[in-house]
């Protein structure tokens, strides 16, 4: 298929045999801010001594660990995925050409997934976080918060299910993501690729210090990219669609009923999105519009204060009530778009031109080059006179 671009087998992460990569005819990886990236590759099905050469290559077995690289900026190879082989479809035709195969897998966090845990936790949740991280063999990189604590005193974390489960529960009440990032670079004769579990508020601005932080630093040093549309003035636009969603029936305040532990009495309590805008200087958010107040009422054990952290998730998730949809390619662009990178869209006029996040890349490489479809987001607007 050419372009760089490489599938990796096994622990030593090492290219698939020539003769498998010649056949490779498309491959798709989805990301998403925090759920399992996705991978599927199609190999064309070669017949050999009358036998499918690509079904049965052990390499492309279930279970077996694949990678997949491409080429990214001062020619250092980017992981999109790293996971093992999970299901494998294939279709033969009568002859031979016009075959295939295809092997469909997720990252290792599918591992998280697969034994039941009886365990009880104590200590801040971000804690337990690192430490489940560590025991699955990845780098952690958790911000330590300290406002969810287990204790044998007050309430312990009982575990009776899976690791990946406890991690997104987790998650919720503190309103962090959860994702995996990669470093690859050529060891031997494979590549070297450390695997770092991120588990964090997405964006971060606290990490971006300053009132009004940039792309950059919320990126984490990253080089801003600009999603260009009917540019003005003969520049060069680099994507070829953008769909927009605007929807602000979203609530933006939480009602939270419970019950104290310690005096039995009805506990009530409210909470209010306090999410950081996109961007700086842009001030309408879903209640601005119609200036209307919409609730949501948070029903679960236990107190009031105990559930003000998934409260505050839920409310920080309703936020982002804009959503546009964009295609783009690495080759137009130019570069690499991953989900929680920060883009700026110029070009739709100025209600919508501005910040998103990117929440979801849809990667297909295949004949055409490196093609990305976009789905990104956004948790404030101009003010209304301007929209």
């Known amino acids: ?44 099905e070669d017949i050999c001594e009358g036998k499918p050469a690509t079904l ?17 900026e001062h020619d250092k190879s980017v992981c999109l995925v790293r996971g093992p082989i999970t299901k494998v479809k294939a279709s033969a035709v009568t002859g031979g050409p016009g075959s295939w195969v295809e092997t469909h897998g997720l990252d290792r966090r599918v591992e998280m997934d ?14 337990i976080a690192a430490k489940i991280l560590q025991d699955h063999k990845f780098e952690p990189k958790v911000l330590a918060d300290q406002t969810l604590q287990f204790s044998e005193k007050t309430k312990t974390l009982n575990q009776s299910f899976p690791d990946l489960k406890l991690m997104d529960a987790l998650a919720k009440d503190l309103g962090y993501e959860f ?19 991120h588990f964090r508020p997405s964006p971060d601005f606290k990490a971006a210090k300053g009132a009004a932080p940039s792309i950059e630093m919320i990126n984490g040093g990253g080089v801003a990219k600009v999603l260009k549309l009917d540019v003005p003035g003969g520049k060069c636009r680099n994507i070829s669609a953008f769909d927009l969603e605007v929807d602000v029936e979203r609530a933006t305040l939480a009602l939270i ?10 506990d009530d309590k409210q909470e209010t999105d306090k999410s950081e805008p996109v961007e700086k200087g842009a001030k309408a958010k879903p209640e601005t519009f119609g200036k209307v ?25 309703e936020a982002w009530f804009v959503t546009a949809k964009a295609s783009t390619s690495a080759r137009l662009l130019p570069g690499i778009l991953r989900p929680h990178d920060i883009v700026r869209v110029e070009g739709r006029g100025f209600a919508h031109s501005g910040n998103y996040q990117v929440a979801k890349v849809v990667h297909v490489i295949n004949g055409w080059g490196h093609l990305m479809d976009l789905t990104l987001r956004r948790n404030v607007l101009p003010s209304p006179s301007h929209v």
């Open 1 to 44: 298929m050419g372009y760089g671009f490489l599938v990796t087998r096994g622990d030593k992460n090492e290219a698939l045999a020539k003769g498998l990569m010649e056949n490779v005819q498309e491959i798709r990886v989805e990301e998403t801010l925090s759920g399992p990236s996705s991978f599927a590759v199609r190999f064309v």
């Open 56 to 72: 049965t290559a052990k390499a492309l077995m279930p279970g077996e660990m694949l990678a997949v690289l491409v080429p990214g």
């Open 114 to 127: 697969r034994q039941s845990v009886e365990a009880t936790w104590t200590g801040p949740g971000t804690d």
């Open 179 to 197: 994702w995996l990032s990669y470093d690859a670079s050529a060891e031997g004769p494979g590549y070297k690729i450390t695997e770092t579990a």
């Open 257 to 266: 009923a419970g019950i104290d532990g310690r005096t039995g009495k009805k």
């Open 293 to 317: 107040t919409r609730t949501m009422r948070v029903i679960g054990a236990g107190s009031a204060e105990e559930r003000s952290g998934a409260a505050k998730a839920l409310l920080a998730a």
